[in-house]
């Protein structure tokens, strides 16, 4: 049974969404538009339709840094809770690792950069108080948002890209498979701390992403000892 639906490629590499990011996009279209209207579901949908474009030109920037240094990208996949790019192979360096892991993060800095500047011609400000008391402010909402992801993905919890900067780190005096040992620890002890706080404060989409931190640290793990 296929899991993702395949919409194409770019540069060789398959991009894919999950079936639950399809029934999730339609589950809220239809709330959005019974609770608040057509105009609203339509201006929310298009938020999350342009963040999710910059989740997989964050995960286009691992998988040319990858391809950088000889590791091919077999897909990308976007899901609810972001993209994953299934790079083939571990990078034979720590530094090649370091840059694979810096690259996504740097291209949703460049976007946000780039919509910056857009925005400073338009409305001059980006505020958090600003877009907040400004919905209407598009560009202001996804330069936010970009900066969220650079700021969430380099939490130094493996397999986020700040788990992966600190395993390279690591491997340069430890070893690649003692790095990811502490990096992998450090992962689930942050994941295992979101969870508590997710499960206590009502936010069951971090709920989500802390399992999935927890779950992807114990396979790196893994991964690296069968190494």
């Known amino acids: 049974m296929k899991t993702s639906l395949r ?7 398959d991009i894919k969404i999950h079936w ?8 809220l279209a239809v709330y959005l538009i019974s609770q608040f209207g ?4 339509t201006a929310t949908l ?3 339709s342009s963040s999710f474009f910059c989740v997989l030109l964050h995960e286009l920037g691992h998988a040319f840094a990858a391809k950088r240094f000889g590791i091919p ?3 990308i996949t976007l899901y609810p809770i972001g993209g994953v790019a299934r790079i083939e192979g571990l990078p034979k360096k720590p530094m090649h690792e370091l840059w694979i892991a810096l690259a996504g993060p740097a291209v949703n800095v460049v976007i946000a950069g780039v919509l910056y500047v857009i925005n400073s011609s338009i409305s001059g400000s980006v505020t958090v108080e600003h877009v907040l008391n400004n919905p209407t402010n598009f560009l202001g909402i996804i330069i936010w948002i970009n900066l969220a992801m650079v700021g969430f993905n380099m939490i130094p919890a493996i397999p986020m890209d700040g788990g992966r900067v600190l395993r390279a780190g690591l491997a340069t ?3 690649f498979t003692r790095a990811t040992q502490i990096a992998g620890v450090l992962g689930q002890v942050i994941a295992v701390i979101m969870f508590v706080y ?3 404060s009502g936010q069951y989409t971090l709920l989500f992403i802390a399992i ?4 992807g640290a114990q396979q790196e793990m893994k991964h690296a000892v069968m190494k």
Do not use: M
């Open 38 to 41: 057509p105009e609203v579901a």
């Open 212 to 215: 999935f931190v927890l779950i």
């Open 20 to 27: 639950t990011f399809s029934v999730g996009i339609v589950g």
């Open 173 to 175: 005096q430890l070893g």
């Open 73 to 75: 990208t077999r897909d």
């Open 7 to 13: 919409l194409g490629s770019i540069a060789g590499i």
């Open 46 to 48: 298009l938020v999350v």
């Open 198 to 200: 997710a499960l206590f």
